[in-house]
Nanobody, 116 residues
Framework: VQLQASGGGLVQTGGSPRLSCEAS????????MAWYRQAPGEERDFVAR???????NYAAFLKDRFTISKDDTKNTVYLQMNSLTPDDTAVYFC???????????WGQGTQVTVSS
């Protein structure tokens, strides 16, 4: 299983980047996927999750600013982020949750830096 995250970089406050996570070795229509983030010196925090059937849930602190989605035909999960602030600066990780004894799996992470 490989998870390749991309789309991070330097963003201005208020920006709206979209992260992508291309998965191989798993089937998104079955496997729940999630995004986490880890700020410097902090623990890794849950951000958003999407099930195989498309049901989503989010961390409460996001206040509806982020949207997780997926394209099963491309085996890719997305995280649309809006109204970013410097507090959103972190490495964002793609995660394939454990299912039927396989996983969890983690991608390498993509850095998002929000300038003030």
């Amino acid at each position: 299983v490989q998870l390749q995250a991309s789309g991070g970089g330097l963003v201005q406050t208020g920006g709206s980047p979209r992260l992508s996570c291309e998965a191989s070795g798993i089937i998104l229509s079955i496997n729940p996927m999630a995004w986490y983030r880890q700020a410097p010196g902090e623990e890794r925090d849950f951000v958003a999750r999407i099930r195989g059937d498309g049901y989503t849930n989010y961390a409460a602190f996001l206040k509806d600013r982020f949207t997780i989605s997926k394209d099963d035909t491309k085996n890719t999960v997305y995280l649309q982020m809006n109204s970013l602030t410097p507090d959103d600066t972190a490495v964002y990780f793609c995660n394939a949750e454990e299912i039927m004894g396989r996983g969890p799996y983690w991608g390498q992470g993509t850095q998002v830096t929000v300038s003030s």
